[in-house]
């Protein structure tokens, strides 16, 4: 019954700008953990950003330090990746996943432990 809906991707040019959002659905938008991943071609898949209702704790790959931005907006059940300054090597398919458990933390999650994935949004960056 979980569901997470991926839009806001496309086609920009380096050091433009994209939103990404991840529509939830099929659970109280109270407890959860929601983290934003990529997968490029050829490459496995890499955690972006996590974000924690419990905690309040976020968390970035070292790569997007300082230009992307992970916020929440419960009222519309809506998980956000503002990403700025974009480079090519951004390229990817996004992904958001989530768990969805009392207390549970972006701490300490890995990627098996997220078991409801989007369908993905392509985000394309030309040099």
């Known amino acids: 019954e979980v569901q997470l809906v991926e839009s806001g991707g496309g086609l920009v040019q380096a050091g433009g700008s994209l939103r990404l959002s991840c529509a939830a659905s099929?659970?109280?938008?109270?407890?959860?953990?929601i983290g934003w991943f990529r997968q490029a071609p050829g490459k496995e898949r890499e955690g972006v950003s996590c974000i924690s209702s419990s905690d309040g704790y976020i968390s970035y790959v070292d790569s997007v330090k300082g230009r992307f931005t992970i916020s929440s907006d419960n009222a519309k059940n809506t998980v956000y990746l503002h990403m700025n300054s974009l480079k090519p090597e951004d390229t990817a398919v996004y992904y958001c996943a989530a768990r969805v458990m009392k207390g549970v933390s972006c701490r300490g999650s890995v990627q098996g432990d997220f078991g409801s994935w989007g369908q993905g949004t392509q985000v394309t960056v030309s040099s």
């Open positions: 099929g659970f109280t938008f109270d407890d959860y953990a």
